[in-house]
Structure formats: C-alpha cells, structure tokens
C-alpha cells in the first residue's frame, strides 16, 4: 500500500509523458528543452510553499500507508514529482502543436488588434482580477471555501501577468494551439485524480471543502486546480514564444539572435514596448506564410523545424521566389512577362548595385517597388534578405523565367519548345530549382552557430545544385498535365522523338501510355542525381541537417509515389499529384529521428 500514489505515476503519468516524448523526440530541440526545463523550475518552486501550507494547514492529506514516506517541507516525493510531470506532459503537448506555427506572424499589438480582440483581452483581465479578489475573502473567510480560495489566490496572480503581457498574442493564436495543451491534459488528469481520490491516494479534509463533486470522486476544488495550472502552464510558454518571436523577428532591434538566447535577451524581447513593433515586417511576414502554405505543403512542413530566424528568412526567400514567378506566370502576354523580368532584374540592380555603383539606400529601392509592383508583392520584395545572399543565382533564376517564356501557343505553326535535350533539361532545372537551393544554403551558412570550412561550404554549394536537378525532375515529372494544359512540355524532345512523339503531341494528350515511361525516366533520372548529393547532406551543421533533409526527402516522397503510382489528389491543383498527409508526417517523423 505505501507505493499507491508512486503506482499512480508508474500507470497514468510517466507513461503519458513517454508517449509524448516519443512523438516529439525528432523534433525536440535544445531551445524546447531549455523552456520545459525553466517552466519545470519555476512550477516546483512556485508550488513547493504553497503545497507545504496546505499540508501543514490540514487542507490536503496523504496516508503514511499510500506514500513512500520522503518529504521536502512536508510535501511527499511523489507528490514532488507530480509538480514536474504534470508541468513536462502539458509543455510536450503545446510544444508539438505548437512546431507547424511560425509564431512571428501572430506578433501583434493594441493597434494591430481587432477591437474584438481588445475587448477579450480587457474581459480576460477584469475576469482574472476578480478570480484573486473572490480568492482572498474565501480564504480569508476560512471554512468550507478555503481550499478553492488558496487555489484562485495562488494561481490567477500569475495568469493575470502572462495575459496582461501576452493576451493578444495568446488571443491571435489558433485555438487548437492554446485550448488543447490545457483541456487534453486537464482531463486525463481528471481522471487519474478522481481514481486517487476513489482510492484514498490523497484526501481533501472536509470543512476546507465546498463538497461539490463533478463525478465520482472527483471535487470541484481539484477540478478547477487541475484547470488554472495547467492553463499557468500553456499561458507560460505563449509568453516564452512571444519573447522569442519578437526577438527573431525584429533585426534591427536585435542584431544578435542566438538559437538559445539567455534569459537576459529573452526578458528583453518580451518587455519590449509593442507599441514599437515593425507591424509592416510582421504583416509582411504574414503575407510570406500564407504564400508558403498555399503553394508549397512540403516546404510549409519542413520549415516548422528550422530555428529561429532562420526559418523566417527561409519563408520569405521561398516568397520572393513564389512572387517572382506568379508575376511572370499570370502575365497576359509575353511582352507584359518579359517586363516584370526587367522591373525584377531592375530590382536585384539597385539592391546589390550595378557594375561599378553602390548598392541604392532601403528607402529609394522600397520607393521604386511600391511605384512599379503590385501591392500583393511588395511585401516579398522589401523583405526579401539580401543582405545575406548572393546576387548571382537570383540573376540565374530570372533566366529560368525567361526559358519559361518560350513557350508560345501550340496552335501556332512551327512553335520552338526550349527543352530539345538533356543538357537544356538540366540547364532549366540548374537556374529555377539548384539557384533556391543554394541561396538557402547562404542562410544556414550565415544563421547556424556551427561554422563550416570553405572546403565544407563549397562542397554543399555543389551538392544543393545537383540536388535541385532532381527536386526539379521530380516537378517536372508530376506536372506533366498541368503543364500541357498551359501548352509546355519540358520532356526534352530527342526523348519524345525516340518514342515518335512531338511537345505537340503531349500537349493534345497527356495521358496516353508513352507518357507514362517518359515520366519514370525523368524519375529515375532525378533519382540518379539525388543519389549523387544525399550523402553530401551529412556535412550540414546538425541544428539545420535534420530539417533540411526532411525538405529534400519531403520532396523526393512525391517521385517515390509517382513511381509506385500511388499518389493522391492535389486539393490546390487538379491534375497534380501529391503524397497522402500521414505518408508526409511518418517521413518528416522518419528523417529526423535518423539524422
């Protein structure tokens, strides 16, 4: 009998909180485990005296027969380790729900705020405010209310902190992000709690009680209490990220972002004066993740691994990119196209300065933008971080959109499609696919702690290249269709030719079986060429290696299901295929474990 609240832990808690852990291990990182660990510290220690009170003031009472016997201020080991479970189960699931959320686009403030949102933030403090107030005087009173006034006047000082400091941010969330890490673990706890207190594990004495029950065993008091903790909890680690957000977000502000910042910074970030946030930058950064979402789910997956900000300077290279080429795609005519490869390669010009001229100030080239692109774009061009990447694959890519244009109207006689071979297949793939792989890699370089070799940099630049051959084929390859109903083919034509094909051809009839082999030959091509770099990718620094090869292999599962013709309906695209969710999640789950 002296082990019952020990078994308690062995049954119900720990092998939750293995459960968690087991999902979360490949995605864990330092900077995860250093928030659990101080919330952990701060859980024990804020709860230790207030525990130790209610003991020694006969509130609650644990049998000499249900505990081992240890105890700390009067508190029982096992009740000691309850403050860090329960603390560790709730942070492990927030932090899981948390990872897809890039956390900067819901930074906010008092005027970026809907007045919804500032009416929920002020009702959220008044409720808080009368929660101590109703506190006090039931524990002051004494009596049956005791309990459930030291609960309230402990606990809602606290969470009147964190939502005065983060309520908008905790309010922009989503739900799901917010609500499920305090209601999942709140019951399941529950009902541990009522099996402990059927059991005798615990006991709250009666006349500290309102004798209230929810079912079973169950007492309002430890109801509410399992509630406002793990609500402590959650509001918590919202403020941590908040801090962290504002601190990778804002640059200029914070030059220096280290992946795990001290506590120093972090208290910095988080007391910064809202009223001084970059709404422009957010709102921008906004703008890149709903571009990310839309376009891409494989890279919108894998970038909910990478740190800090360099996972927000990735978004908004992938939007520049995905800006760039609707704006050449969407024109209505070859001329209007090639004008906004001019106004871009205008753009790069005063950006990184032409031959012999210094680059142009932020303000004139943020003038000329916002006079020569439409709104929806500007947002892509103004923050795209130029500072830190090199301006020759960006002139490459623009040379990419102009093999794009090309293509002309396949009624037209004699139409000239720019793919004859395979040296133009891998010319077309180096300047619109290795071209973003190697700017990404100027990010990492320039964002990881861990520095590399020029030996090392160069051989992953190489590497990136031929690895953006293979994504490209692998592009090509599933959008075959599409692409013949915008009359391109980018099958090279000496393959169409040995099978007694024309471009033509494939444009009328995509479908038709010669298709079909052409296509896993421009698979099994791209995965010669992605077999020639993957091992390459084990150079990377290990806080980027796992989520960049979880981008790659993302990618790369999408040939494997063309391959075995096992893909599923693109909901965005008709007639593209993609690889189902839980097939996305088990590879993401798969390669980061591994890396």
Known sequence: MAYDYALVHFKYTIPFAGLLTFILRPLLTKLDLCKTATLILVAFFATLPWDSYLIRHGVWTYPPNAIVGPRLFGVPAEELFFFVIQTYITSMLYILLNKPILHAQFITNRADSSLASRRIRTLGQVFLAGCIATGAALAKKGGEGT???????WACPFALLTWSLSGYFLIKLPIICVATPIVVPTAYLWVVDEFALGRGTWAIESGT??????????????????????????????????????????????????????????MEALFMDPAKYDMVRVEGIREAVGTLRRKSRSFYLASSVFPGRLRIDLVLLYSFCRVADDLVDEARTENEALEWINKLSNYLGLVYGLEGQP???????????????????????????????????LYELLEGFKMDLSFADTSSEGVQFPIKDEADLETYAHRVASTVGELCLWLVFHHCDTKLSKDEESTLVFAAQTMGHALQYVNIARDILVDAEMGRVYLPINWLKAENLTPNDIVRD??????????????????????????????????????????????????RVLQEKTGVPSNSRKGRATVPRVRRIWVAWKNLSAA
Request: proline share 8%; hydrophobic share 40%.
């Open 510 to 559: 995509p479908k038709q079986p010669k298709v079909e082999k052409l296509r896993q030959k421009l698979l099994d091509r791209a995965f010669k060429e992605y077999g020639r770099s993957r091992d390459a990718m084990n150079i990377l620094p290990s806080e980027v290696r796992g989520p960049l090869i979880v981008a790659v292999e993302s990618y790369m599962e999408i040939g």
């Open 147 to 153: 309990y459930l006034g030291l609960i309230l006047v």
């Open 359 to 393: 680059p142009s100030s932020k303000q004139y080239v943020n003038t000329l933008v916002e006079r020569n692109f439409p709104r929806a774009t500007r947002s892509a061009l103004e923050l795209l971080p130029t500072e830190l990447l090199s301006k020759k694959p």
């Open 209 to 266: 009680k309102l004798g209230w029950r929810i079912w079973g065993s169950l007492e309002l008091e430890e109801a509410v209490f399992f509630v406002v903790t793990n609500t402590l909890i959650v509001f918590g680690l919202a403020a941590c990220d908040r801090g962290l957000a504002v601190l990778y977000t804002f640059p200029e502000r914070f030059p220096n972002a280290p992946q795990t910042p001290s506590l120093t910074l972090l």
